[in-house]
């Protein structure tokens, strides 16, 4: 099994810009979870997924960012506009019972 | 409410000694318990957990975590400390009778192993 993809690893854009990170779970997994990690903040979960359908999403900052799961095999974040403090690496994982997989992440710069 | 604490930000260990890294817990129930390794540049790795039975829970790259009810502790250990070991590790708890799955994580300890 491949694991968790996440894409693209890099992203740089500039303020103002919509931004869209792609994540595909483990084959099987039935819960999809997204975190962001920042130095000052640790890692935050965002927002999560049962069966495609978003359980607990309290975790989002603001109306800016958005998640969709239209499928099992597809998720995606997205931040519109972006700014620079959503500067952060935002990490995808995905579980079937406890213990969760995480992809290698997206690292986000927002100039 | 569930929470996690790793009262230490940086644990710093020679090559070859022993290692712990400390994890307390809080939760309503019983809680399911883990541990996650990141090397730079990478996502979350498993390393161990705790569901039942055993309080010492053995896991992978030789490390150990022991499950302390009464002090609600979950410390990471190691009885030889490698170089490549140096990382950050997570700790991370989720109430055993909760319906929702998410599990919470401490907020790190940079474990760093000099030679």
Redesign the interface.
């Known amino acids: 099994d491949a694991g968790?993809i996440q894409s693209p690893r890099h992203e740089v854009t500039e303020m103002g810009q919509e931004v869209t990170l792609r994540c595909k779970p483990i084959s099987g997994h039935d819960?999809l979870?997204w975190y962001r990690q920042t130095m000052m903040r640790?890692?935050e979960?965002l927002i999560?997924f049962?069966n495609n359908v978003p359980?607990?999403d309290s975790g989002m900052p603001e109306d800016r960012f958005s998640a969709k799961m239209p499928n099992a095999s597809f998720s995606t974040l997205k931040i519109q506009p972006s700014e620079p403090r959503d500067s952060a690496v935002y990490?995808c994982?995905s579980?079937i019972v406890?213990?969760?997989?995480?992809?290698?992440?997206t690292r986000l710069t927002v100039l | 409410a569930q929470s996690v604490a790793q009262p230490e930000d940086q644990v710093n260990v020679a090559e070859g000694n022993p290692l712990t890294v400390k994890c307390t817990y809080s939760v309503s129930g019983n809680p399911?318990l883990?541990w996650?390794v990141q090397y730079p540049?990478?996502?979350?790795?498993?390393l161990l957990?705790y569901?039942t039975g055993d309080n010492l829970v053995k896991g992978s790259y030789g490390f150990e975590a022991e499950f302390n009810k009464s002090q609600t502790s979950f410390h990471l250990k190691k009885p030889s400390a490698l170089v490549s070991d140096s990382a950050l590790y997570?700790c991370a708890v989720?109430d055993r009778y909760s319906s929702?799955?998410?599990?919470i994580?401490g907020?790190?300890t940079r474990l760093s192993i000099r030679p």
């Open positions: 968790v819960y979870f640790g890692l979960l999560y049962n359980i607990d990490f994982a579980s406890n213990e969760q997989f995480f992809g290698p992440g | 399911y883990f996650y540049n990478r996502g979350l790795q498993f957990k569901i997570f989720r929702a799955s998410k599990i994580f907020s790190g």
